[in-house]
């Protein structure tokens, strides 16, 4: 049995915050603002995968008013879900993300979001797909004010015998 699930996420860009896009540091003179790292490409990655099993959102799972995620690297809210389906059956067939930024251009890391993407669900690289849009200049990405991003996952079910 296959289920898709989609996430979508986006945070506010200022000055004085690190950038971090798919567990990747990017240097840029702006980063994202939110609670935890505000790392947007994980946030829809994470979204997108409790969305596919029917687990509700990462606002249940991780609110935003538990000082315990202040801060927090958010690789470990994908890893916690990655493990949360797999205990439930469910492994990871692939993922589809496009990341909507005006600046800075992720062209030169979108392999390296990839590679760390596919390291954090456990898939080949194959199975990630990173694809980038700036915002035509138009609207809160357009005018660099946020970063967003769109994930789309299918998971597949698989028997407690198999390997993982
Ligand atoms: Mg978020």
């Known amino acids: 049995m296959i289920r898709v699930g989609s996430g979508h996420d986006t945070h506010r860009l200022e000055a ?18 939110g609670h935890s790292d505000a790392d947007a490409v994980l946030h829809a990655l994470t979204d997108a995968l409790l969305g596919a099993v029917g687990l509700g959102d990462i606002g249940d799972a991780y609110p935003d ?35 909507f930024a005006q600046e800075p251009k992720l062209g030169p ?8 993407l596919a390291r954090l669900l456990g ?4 199975c990630v797909n990173v694809k980038a849009k700036t915002g035509e200049r138009v609207g809160h990405i357009g005018r660099a004010e946020a970063i967003g991003c769109h994930a789309v996952v299918m998971v597949e079910s698989f028997h407690a015998t198999e390997p993982l």
């Open 16 to 33: 004085g915050y690190p950038l971090i896009l798919g567990g990747i540091p990017i240097p840029h003179p702006r980063g994202l603002v």
């Open 109 to 116: 890391v979108k392999a390296t979001i990839r590679e760390n």
């Open 65 to 99: 008013t538990d000082p315990r995620w202040k801060g927090a690297d958010s690789a470990l809210f994908l890893t916690e879900t990655v493990a949360k389906l797999h205990a439930l059956g469910w492994r990871v067939g692939n993922a589809d993300i496009t990341i």
């Open 123 to 126: 898939t080949p690289v194959e």
